[in-house]
């Protein structure tokens, strides 16, 4: 079967305009916009398939829109990372399907067409992100996507929603100018903004703005991951958001810094003119510490979304590390670590939302009990918390298996130990999770006639909790899938 | 360095203005004086991106009869255009935000919201 | 303490920019890569192939028309966001700040003017956003001249009258115009010639393509200016 | 001679079943109880099933599922494992039926009788694992899965017992994942189906720091006497779930993963090039003598008993430290032998706290008039674990001491006799107060615990007796023990 390359167009297009047009659906019943959206979300979501079959079946392909020539247009590209769109339609899908009755109670009636708007554009935005193969173009849907997500945040209706969104919107806005100033300097190195052809291009550039360059690009990318000192936006934002997009953003929207590093990687390696050494060593000791202080801070928290976010950063923490390591075993590692950690971050983010939903009640004191009131719920979230500490055999395993194989492998036996020790320190606050919801006696004995979640928002986090233990036992099958891109990225180094 | 500065002087303004821009970033405790600095900052990367698609003696590259090459590089203005609407995205919106902010907090100082979380 | 902090911080910053930048291609030398390498391109084959003289606006419509359906979505996004923080945003206003004046009386001459001159800037816009392509200017331009004349007129208002400026109904439509019509024009390209925001230049149907491109003007003419304009009153409104 | 055979996993996997089984009975007592004792039936029948089998030199192999490349889930039941799967699953019969008599009118007994199936489950798993990543996993369950029973009470202290517990084998657990990452990088394998797989070519410090970690992971659980913290706070649990701590499940994997880094994953060849388990070996026998000392300040019964088990284990550490044949025989058997005598004491010790609510040494004046069988069982396990000949201790002790002298440290033969003395010098007083001094009023009835508790403490001073007479019987677990030393050994 031959691609059909305009297909990667549509991919981005048809949720753009399904986005544009969800306010004039909703514009009389808001409820119709939830149908509408998850009906664009379903569309794109066979259009991701059918690429992503494809991509397995013949390798990385690309389309140019409009059909100028490849460095003069805009090149989109479709390789084996890019197949991260797969989990951003399945958990743009669930999670609107968890909004139906979320966003009803949570926000008022006249913003639910914008909100779910807003919630396709950063879907798309992320898409976009993942295909496009032009820097600037890059850059545009990282806008998008970043906008929707400030926005995003301020919806909720929480009393500091709009500080938090605000403290985002300046951490983001400064990263998305810094990385547009490294474009900036790419371009005027090169004159293209093509990737394969700035790629190219970069052989003889000198020294000073190319290690400026990589390293704002770097910086950038770290504060949209949000890895430890620069994740000071990213614990607010995200426990504040309303759930479903605490779960796009935790899940999804952090992995674009991580999509965008492993483009820089490409560029980097590719065009062997940049030494990133130095760099791989300082993201390796970001990652390590955004592990254990991630873990460090979050097994303070009591708000159970709270200690949510700051687990977010410590698993960038180790996708980072896994790049920093630039190892093969790493890097695969890392890659199907942000496939995996999406599901699991959806899981119990979702989880919580519906236990929130449900109880009103956000911290781990209030909620104690739950588990014998919802226990389905409950047993899902207990899934994606053994699954995010790295239990076999569930998704969270495989990635950080790899990841401190590949310390190993790298002659960093310390990130190893800085990795284990980590995980252990997770392991420890989502036991006082478990143990608040199953062992602990209820503050309020109004808590155990809670009764279950609705099915639109249960089913979404039992297929998700499924998940997590399916990619566990297939843990084989994604690392297999990515592993050609990342031998591929490895490749000028000598085959990692 | 200087000399070589001297030649990409346009370059060197343009990091200047992005300092600037930082600085009230940084410094400025109301969320609107914030942002300018914010604006400052994106002026000062669209300023260093047009400026890269400069050539000497260039003529605006619109085609038609009588106009003689050199002319000047299309690309960054193109961009640019793009980078302005951004830009003026992102000001829409931080205002509404910084709206908001007043409405609950009755005030937008960066200190005093600080006692009020 | 602070004070040094920061000082340390924009050294920090400006010291390896200013060294990346004394390293750079020389600026406004003809040499430069980027004057050698794509731009050149665009320049030859630009007015023919792209059917613009204006080269801005050929790369912005055609080499990069995907980044510019990408730009009118920012600006949708924007609105979309304004929209939904401010709509309905609950209460809690604070009592003493809460008695802000509602309207600033607008002095006559003002509204003579603005109400005067308010065809000659239709009239303008639009000419804006149909020469964009032979001269400076395009749909964002001549969009956001309506916008700022739709603000402005706006200003002199009631609000009622206000209201009626806009049509009420497919206003959701026409704040979404641009995006639409980009997807419109990118179907025809699509079914056209086989690829998504292609435009049909040789051959006997380059009619065809100037149609397309003058749509999309149009279509960015339009959106921008109600999104720019319901930007405003979005943030007017919620007082 | 090795046969694929689903048994391997089955074993592991039916307890698993009745556990979800026992959480699905919800409140009903009957069936809650059924699936309770068939989880344990059931495995006990599976594990004797496969041991003629093992017996005749068959090894039991499944591979259950793979996650990448090398890594996976499987099991292999060889004579080590098999032998410590027959102790662990004999003993868990009678502790389920023991633990029914004693929980029943605790709260919550879903949970606990659950949890409690789950850890046959886990223990039979590590028995089991074939490589090091499965043993890693069900290491682990078993800590998760013990969890809710050290806190059954969920009073502070018990809460506070099962996070200090929680804390340290979690911190065990860790390092053994570490372990386990840097073997596979250097070995290319985790299996422990080899007598060693590591390569000395690894390095001398690479490996010293990985045996260094791998110990440390598993003397957590097997409690060497830094790492011992944990054991006596976890006393607080009920009595049965003391005793599936220290003589059945968590102890015993500790010690058992201890037996399996040292014998399958370095091997004995290389140990002795790198001479590390000198180190260990004398780490065990000072815990052993240590320990010891600890106990015999103890008044509280079950806290003498917390520091018997730190001190009988490193017998265990202490014999695989040796490499030697004999040594390692009596490493195994203790196994079987320290199981059954400290699973009769705790039995014991928990019948008296049921019966007359005394916990401490000197409140026993006179017991044993009161409860004369059980009190008989307590002296047969006391008597063991002193060493007396014909019972399951004395059989250590001889090999230990045997294996020392074939080693050439004839001072662990000494350590041997200087921990007899110290087991004398804090049990016998125990006997003694219990039959000599008579309480104050003279009238004393018998008064035995009930049938369900009774039953299960004698069946293990029977079994104490058995093990130490039946040493040289062919077909009985001591042949299982001398066929992995064989292996191990290549002889």
């Known amino acids: 079967m031959t691609p059909w390359p305009p297909l990667l167009a549509l991919l981005i297009v048809v949720p753009l305009t399904g986005a544009v047009i969800t306010p004039v659906v909703g514009r009389t019943r808001a409820v119709r916009s939830a149908d509408w959206s998850l009906g664009v979300m379903l569309a794109t979501s066979v259009i991701a398939l059918v690429l992503v079959v494809q991509v397995a079946r013949v390798g990385p392909f690309s389309y140019v829109v409009g059909g100028w020539v490849a460095p003069y247009g805009i090149e989109l590209r479709f390789d084996e990372f890019g197949a991260v769109i797969a989990v951003i339609c399945l958990l743009g899908t669930l999670a609107m399907v968890f909004s139906r009755r979320y966003a009803a109670q949570a926000m008022a009636e006249q913003r639910i067409p914008y909100y779910y708007a807003l919630l396709l554009l950063n879907l798309t935005g992320m898409i976009g992100f993942a295909v496009t193969g032009d820097l600037f173009n890059l850059f545009v849907f990282m806008e998008i996507l970043s906008l929707s997500g400030y926005a995003l945040v301020a919806v909720s209706g929480e009393k500091i929603a709009e500080m938090a969104a605000f403290k985002y919107l300046v951490m983001g806005a400064i990263s998305s100018l810094v990385i547009l100033l490294a474009i900036g300097i790419l371009y005027a190195l090169t004159g293209s903004l093509n990737m394969a052809d700035v790629t190219g291009r970069l052989a003889g550039a000198p020294a000073a703005p190319l290690a400026v360059a990589f390293g704002a690009l770097t910086l950038g990318f770290m504060v949209k991951a949000a890895a430890f000192p620069l994740h000071i936006w990213l614990p607010d934002a995200h426990a504040i958001a309303p759930s479903p997009v605490s779960a796009i953003l935790s899940g999804l929207v952090v992995k674009v810094g991580i999509i965008g590093m492993l483009r820089v990687y490409q560029i980097a390696y590719g065009s062997g003119a940049v030494d990133m050494r130095a760099l791989n060593h300082v993201l390796m000791w970001l990652g390590a510490l955004s592990i254990v202080m991630g873990a460090f801070f979050a097994v303070f928290q009591d708000d159970i979304k709270m200690m949510l976010a700051y687990s977010t950063i410590s698993n960038i923490g180790y996708i980072i590390m896994g790049l920093g390591l630039a190892s093969s075993y790493g890097m695969i590692g890392a890659s199907v670590h942000v496939f995996n950690h999406a599901i699991i971050k959806a899981t119990l983010f979702l989880g919580a939302g519906a236990l929130i939903f449900q109880t009103g009640k956000r911290t781990l004191t209030d909620l104690a009990g739950v588990g014998h009131a919802m226990p389905w719920t409950v047993a899902a979230i207990s899934v994606g918390a053994i699954s995010i500490v790295g239990i076999p055999p569930t998704a969270g395993f495989v990635c950080k298996w790899y990841i401190a194989l590949g310390a190993v492998q790298a002659g960093h036996p310390f990130f190893a130990f800085a990795l284990v020790f980590g995980a252990l320190f997770i392991f420890i606050y989502y036991i006082r999770m478990v143990n608040a919801f199953y062992f602990r006696q209820p503050r309020d004995p109004a808590i155990l006639e809670v009764t279950e979640a609705p099915a639109s928002m249960l089913v979404p986090v039992l297929i998700l909790a499924s998940l997590c233990l399916i990619m566990g036992v297939m843990g084989s099958l994604p690392l297999s899938f990515i592993e050609p891109a990342v031998q591929r990225l490895l490749l000028p180094l000598g085959g990692g | ?117 | 303490m602070r004070r040094a902090l920061v000082i340390f911080v924009l050294v920090a910053v400006a010291i390896p920019l200013m060294l990346a930048m004394a390293e750079l291609p020389r600026h406004g030398s003809p040499d430069a890569p980027p004057q050698t390498h794509v731009a050149p391109y665009y320049l030859e084959h630009g007015p023919e192939e792209a059917g613009a003289e204006n080269v801005v606006t050929a790369v912005i419509l055609n080499y990069r028309g995907f980044d510019t359906q990408g730009e009118v979505t920012v600006i949708f996004t924007a609105m979309a966001a304004v929209v939904a923080v401010l709509v309905a945003g609950g209460a809690g206003v604070p009592a003493d700040r809460a008695a802000a004046p509602a309207t600033t009386p607008v002095s006559l001459i003002v509204r003579f003017i603005v109400r005067v001159l308010a065809p000659f800037i239709v009239l303008f816009s639009v000419y804006v956003i149909l020469n964009g392509h032979v001269t400076p200017g395009g749909g964002f331009q001549g969009g956001t001249i309506l916008g700022a004349l739709l603000i402005a007129l706006t200003l002199i208002m009631s609000e009622s009258d206000a209201r009626a400026l806009l049509p009420q109904r497919p206003q959701r439509l026409l704040q979404a115009a641009a995006p639409l019509t980009f997807f419109a024009v990118g179907m025809i390209g699509l079914l056209l010639t086989g690829d998504y925001l292609a435009y049909p230049h040789s051959g006997p149907t380059i009619w065809i393509a100037t149609l397309m491109l003058t749509v999309v003007e149009i279509g960015i003419g339009i959106g921008g200016a109600m999104v720019v304009a319901t930007i405003f009153r979005t943030m007017g409104a919620d007082r | 001679m090795e046969v694929v055979d689903a048994r391997a996993a089955l074993a592991p996997a039916i307890s698993l079943v009745c556990a979800a089984l026992v959480f699905a009975s919800a409140d009903n007592t009957f069936w809650r109880r059924f699936f309770s004792i068939a989880a344990a039936l059931a495995k006990l029948v599976i594990v004797m099933s496969m041991l003629p089998g093992s017996l005749r030199g068959v090894v039991y192999t499944f591979n259950l599922v793979e996650f990448t490349e090398g890594v996976g889930l499987a099991f292999r039941a060889d004579a080590l494992g098999m032998f410590f799967s027959v102790v662990s699953s004999t003993l868990w019969l009678v502790t389920t039926i023991y633990a029914i008599g004693y929980m029943e009118r605790e709260p919550n007994r879903r949970r606990f009788f659950g949890f409690f199936a789950l850890c046959v489950s886990t223990t039979v798993g590590v028995a089991f694992a074939e490589n090091l990543l499965t043993m890693f996993l069900f290491y682990e369950s078993l800590t998760i899965c013990t969890y809710p029973l050290v806190i059954h009470d969920e009073t502070p202290e018990a809460m506070k017992a099962g996070r200090k517990y929680l804390i340290y084998t979690l911190t065990g657990g860790a390092f053994v994942l570490l372990g386990s990452i840097v073997t596979y990088q250097l070995a290319g394998t985790m299996t422990l189906s080899q007598p060693g797989i590591l390569p000395l070519a690894a390095g001398r410090t690479t490996l010293t720091m990985l045996f260094v970690a791998l110990i440390a992971g598993f003397g957590v659980k097997a409690a060497i006497m830094p790492l011992h913290g944990w054991l006596p706070s976890a006393m607080v649990a009920p009595t049965p779930v003391s005793a599936l701590l220290h003589a059945v499940a968590v102890v015993k994997v500790g010690a058992f993963g201890i037996l399996r880094t040292i014998y399958n994953i370095f091997g004995v060849a290389l140990l002795r090039e790198l001479g590390v388990c000198t180190w260990l070996a004398g780490l065990a026998a000072f815990t052993i003598l240590a320990a010891s000392v600890v106990a015999i300040f103890q008044d509280n019964l079950k806290r003498r008993l917390a520091f018997s088990t730190i001190s009988q284990l490193s017998y265990i550490v202490l014999g695989a430290s040796l490499l030697t044949p004999l040594a390692a025989t009596a490493a195994i058997v203790h196994i079987a032998n320290q199981a059954f005598a400290k699973i009769t004491m705790f039995f014991v010790a928990g019948s008296i706290q049921r019966t007359t609510g005394k916990t401490t040494v000197h409140e026993l004046a006179g017991i044993g008039f009161r409860m004369p069988y059980t009190m008989a069982a307590f002296t047969v396990a006391a008597l063991s674990f002193i060493g007396v000949p014909l019972l399951a201790g004395f059989v250590t002790k001889w090999y230990l001491s045997l294996g020392a002298l074939e080693a050439g440290e004839w001072w662990y033969a000494l350590v041997m006799l200087a921990s007899a003395l110290l087991n004398a010098a804090y049990w016998l007083p125990v006997v003694y107060t219990a039959f000599f001094k008579t309480e104050p009023t003279a009238e004393v009835e018998v008064h035995e615990a009930h049938w369900t508790m009774l039953g299960p403490t004698l069946v293990c001073a029977v079994f104490v007796i058995f093990l130490g007479a039946t040493v040289s019987v062919p077909g009985m677990p001591f042949a299982l023990a001398s066929a992995a030393v064989k292996f191990v050994f290549g002889m």
């Open chain 2, 1 to 117: 360095m200087i000399a070589a500065l001297w030649h990409n002087l346009d370059y060197a303004a343009s990091v200047i203005l992005f300092c600037i821009g930082l600085y009230a970033v940084i410094t400025k405790e109301n969320l609107i004086k914030k942002f300018m600095g914010l604006n400052i900052m994106e002026t000062a990367v669209f300023a260093f991106i047009v400026a890269i698609g400069v050539v000497e003696g260039g003529e605006a590259p619109i085609m038609g009869a009588g106009v003689e090459p050199p002319f000047i590089n299309p690309l960054p203005q193109a961009l640019i255009l793009t980078g302005i609407v951004v830009a003026l995205s992102t000001t829409a919106l931080a205002l509404s935000l910084i709206i908001r902010i007043w409405k609950q907090c009755g005030t937008i100082e960066a200190d005093e919201l600080r006692e009020v979380e």
